[in-house]
């Protein structure tokens, strides 16, 4: 089966607009004895929280990834693969390039701490880098479940999805109304999974057989949008405001809920009109790379901000009143240096990213050769989910605390992001056979 560009399309689209947004909204101030604050924008601003309506659009990167995963894990099935086998494989692919990037700011955080840097700032910075991790261990969580939730899928189809949106309403409600926090969290998986789950329906044509569907979905998660927030406890904006409460994001909400639902309905209503645009090799030339490097771009956006800081440390960025039109002016060649700044950071770390790509190949034979003999399959799959168990802990305490809490390393994430993707790693490297010497490679591939 051919890809879909517009699955791969919706997945760029969706980090580009998550790192246009962070950058719109992250603002650098010079006190006067020179330090740099980051005041929070939606917080000292209010009126931007309706900006966020049209930046976060994360479901449809949950959306994308569970119309691919399903496709993989269908394909997978078909070639006499295991779920086991199949899970480590998603999860290598996040894994390999989160580990490398964690570690490369550990080491800056080292060095820094030794040399003396305020802890104060550290820890700031050390948040600003792993701001973006929240997406990570629940991705990993979703990727782990799929063959489960894909076997719901096959059997009950769209009812699957309606029922996790029906608990995580009732999960939102106790939050708000009994609050119990904990029962929150459940939230997580269930509203991220819900927008999952579609992509299944959608790639077998459950969310298209009718024309009904799409505008239903679209109007009435709107409208259920704003009755929650309209006449709801929930606030407006879709991205995590410190001091309101409650959030529709930490846990994620029943208006995130309805969101994400109007957000499927008018992706699958575009879907005609942009997949004529996207069979245009000019557009297609533009999407592709962005695609490519979605990963890199996701997990790097905010170093720019960091270079940024250096004009600010000098004084030489003008400096109106926080929020004023010359502030929002100044946004744009903002938003141009950090730009310019992030495509050097990816083209550096292209030869990086080209060697994990080896790595996983060479970890991963039947990513590129074809699937992998049960025969070669390990026998135990316990170091799997152990790994998995260890390295999403680690990426939530990241995600929470920040890769620098009160200006030192923090160790015990540290070492359980390690050891998480050696248990992973390891029993691929035995299981692994030499695809490129084999005589049935490409009879196993086709």
């Known amino acids: 089966m051919s890809r879909d560009r517009y699955v791969d399309f919706l997945r760029a689209w969706a980090i580009v607009l998550v790192v246009i947004g962070h950058w719109l909204i992250t603002a650098l101030v010079r006190g006067p004895g020179g330090e740099i604050t980051a005041p929070e924008l939606l917080a000292v601003v209010p009126w931007t929280q309706w900006l966020t309506l049209g930046f976060q659009v994360m479901p449809l990167f949950f959306l994308a990834g569970g119309h691919a995963a399903g496709g993989s894990w269908v394909r997978a099935r078909a070639a006499g693969g295991t779920a086991a086998g199949w899970v480590a494989g998603r999860a290598l692919r996040l894994l390999l390039p989160a580990g490398v990037y964690s570690a490369l700011v550990l080491l800056a955080v080292g060095v820094c701490a030794a040399v003396g840097v305020d802890p104060d700032t ?182 720019p901000v960091l270079v940024a800081a250096a004009f600010y440390l000098t ?66 799959s316990w170091p799997l989910w152990l790994g998995l168990g260890a390295a999403v802990a680690a990426l939530t305490r990241f995600a929470v605390h920040g890769f620098a809490p009160e200006g030192r390393i923090p160790v015990l994430p540290t070492l359980g992001l390690a050891l998480g993707t050696l248990l992973i790693v390891l029993p691929q490297r035995a299981r692994r056979r030499p695809a490129e010497n084999s005589k049935d490679t490409l009879e196993e591939a086709a």
């Open 122 to 303: 550290l820890a700031l910075v050390g948040w600003a880098m792993a701001m973006q991790f929240w997406f990570l261990p629940v991705y990993l969580i979703l990727s782990a479940l799929t063959p489960v939730l894909h076997a719901a899928h096959r059997r009950w189809g769209p009812a699957v999805p309606l029922a996790m949106g029906v608990v995580a309403l009732a999960a939102s409600v106790s939050v708000v109304a009994v609050h119990t926090p904990y029962v929150g969290l459940l939230n997580y998986v269930l509203v991220w999974g819900v927008a999952y789950q579609l992509g299944f329906c959608w790639r077998d044509g459950r969310l298209t057989g009718h024309r009904a569907v799409a505008p239903a979905m679209a109007a009435g998660g709107g409208l259920a949008f704003v009755a929650l927030v309209g006449l709801g406890p929930f606030p407006v904006s879709l991205i995590l405001v410190t001091g309101q409460s409650p959030s529709n994001t930490d846990p994620p909400s029943a208006a995130m809920l309805a969101w994400a639902v109007a957000q499927v309905g008018l992706c699958l209503l575009a879907a005609r009109g942009m997949r004529r645009l996207l069979d245009r090799e000019r557009v297609w030339r533009v999407v592709r790379p962005v695609g490519g490097a979605s990963m890199t771009l996701y997990l790097w956006h905010m170093l």
């Open 315 to 380: 004084g030489i960025a003008p400096e109106p009143a926080f929020g004023s039109a010359a502030w929002w002016a100044l946004r744009v060649p903002w938003l141009l240096v950090l730009g310019v700044v992030l495509a050097g950071v990816v083209a550096v770390l292209l030869p990086l990213d080209r060697g994990l790509a080896a790595l996983y190949e060479r970890l991963r034979p039947d990513a590129r050769y074809g699937p992998i003999r049960p025969d070669a399959a390990p026998r135990r």
